[in-house]
């Protein structure tokens, strides 16, 4: 008989009651140090005060009137949005997923409205990840994604990652109407593309006319020590999609475009009954005006180098478990010698929280604001689930 939820997750046999900063307090009361954050959506930690009185506040007067009415904390959080970032104007969302979608849309109409409907494919990469609706898994292309799911939305032509000689010969191509990538693969192993590479791109997308096409729903939001990752090639995009960290744990997502990228992008041509509501965007708001701060971006990056500069001391100690640590800030990957799912399962028992990824690595996304006793205390633990781990 089915289960009345349907049995689409492998879950772990957990039920978590309480948070408390980087913590999750069992039903039965055992404590685990998150080094997940709901998939790096709870940026901010657990139950964080600040965002707990943002979004009762804003409960407390109006959660929902839809967008057929002026939303001022939507207009607030696009101004944040925009003056911080190469964007011009916001459309927000509920997810990535949804982001995804109107990327993909914005893309095409683009070129549709300049009278050049021909150029309608995407180009993406292997390893890619950009949500489970049939524009996201289409994009993504692999087996594991799109099988049993044809006919499959045509327009997406897919490349290795990294490979700029296929990249250069693909972007030759007069069908081409962008090129969508993430600045760091998340589901894909943790596999951040180079500065060079990001810049080659920039280059060959001002030279074709191509838009440029960031996916940071898991690398954005000041996860990698920049507000957004492709900050530190030093690049902009055309068009970001970002969900997960913006809303701190409220259901958040956005696309920032430039004002021609959005060109085609005119009233009745996409729409979103939840999309920026006030409650989101009342969270949104503080999660920016928190996450932005130069400070708090240095803090990260202290953060960021006490976390790798342990887990490269327990690649050291222990190479038949650990191969490599890779990533940028608190987002970082341990590339295993094992079987990755053995580590995560073994860091359950040792009260930790991380999260398998692709290419045998398993990912480290704590909260951005995580202690750096609640550091010092994960890497105590993980140095258990080597020895545990550790061949015979």
């Not at 999309?275 to 971006?297: H, Q, R, T, W």
Request: hydrophobic letters at 40%; proline letters at 6%.
């Amino acid at each position: 008989m089915i289960p009345s939820v349907l049995p689409t997750y492998n879950r772990a046999p957990l039920s978590f009651v309480k948070g408390e900063g980087s913590w999750l307090i069992e039903a039965d009361g055992r404590r685990f140090l998150d080094l997940g954050a709901g998939i790096a959506v709870n940026a901010l930690g657990h139950a964080n005060p600040a965002l707990t009185e943002a979004l009762t506040s804003q409960a407390q007067n109006l959660w929902h009137v839809s967008n057929l009415y002026q939303i001022p904390q939507q207009q607030q959080l696009a101004d944040k949005l925009v003056d911080a970032t190469f964007a011009d104007t916001v459309f927000f969302t509920n997810s990535g997923t949804e982001s995804c979608e109107l990327a993909v849309k914005m893309a095409r109409k683009y070129w549709y409205d300049k009278g050049q409907p021909e150029r309608h494919v995407i180009i993406t990469f292997d390893g890619s990840f950009h949500g489970r609706s049939s524009a996201g898994i289409a994009a993504a292309g692999s087996e594991k994604m799109t099988k049993g799911f044809a006919p499959l939305l045509p327009g997406f032509r897919h490349l290795p990652f990294g490979d700029h000689d296929a990249i250069k010969e693909a972007m030759k191509q007069p069908d081409v109407a962008g090129i969508l990538i993430e600045p760091v693969q998340g589901e894909g192993g943790i596999r951040p593309l180079p500065d060079v590479c990001l810049k080659g791109i920039r280059a060959l997308c001002d030279e074709t006319g191509a838009l440029m096409m960031l996916d940071e729903v898991q690398c954005g939001v000041s996860r990698t020590g920049k507000l957004f990752a492709h900050e530190w090639a030093g690049v902009s995009p055309d068009i970001m999609m970002v969900a997960k960290g913006i809303g701190g744990g409220f259901p958040l997502g956005a696309v920032l475009a430039t004002e021609d990228a959005a060109s085609g992008m005119t009233a009745g041509t996409h729409g979103s009954t939840y999309g920026g509501n006030p409650l989101g965007c009342a969270v949104g708001n503080k999660v920016m005006e928190i996450v932005s701060d130069p400070a708090f971006l240095e803090d990260v990056n202290r953060k960021a180098g006490l976390l790798r500069q342990g887990l490269e001391s327990l690649v050291a100690r222990f190479p038949d478990v650990f191969e490599s640590v890779r990533g940028l800030g608190l987002m970082l990957g341990i590339k295993c010698k094992v079987t990755n799912v053995d580590v995560v399962k073994a860091a359950y028992d040792a009260g930790l929280l991380t999260v398998p990824a692709g290419d045998n690595v398993v990912r480290l996304l704590p909260a951005l604001n995580i202690p750096d006793e609640d550091i010092a205390e994960a890497l105590n633990r993980f140095e258990k689930v080597a020895t545990e781990l550790q061949p015979s």
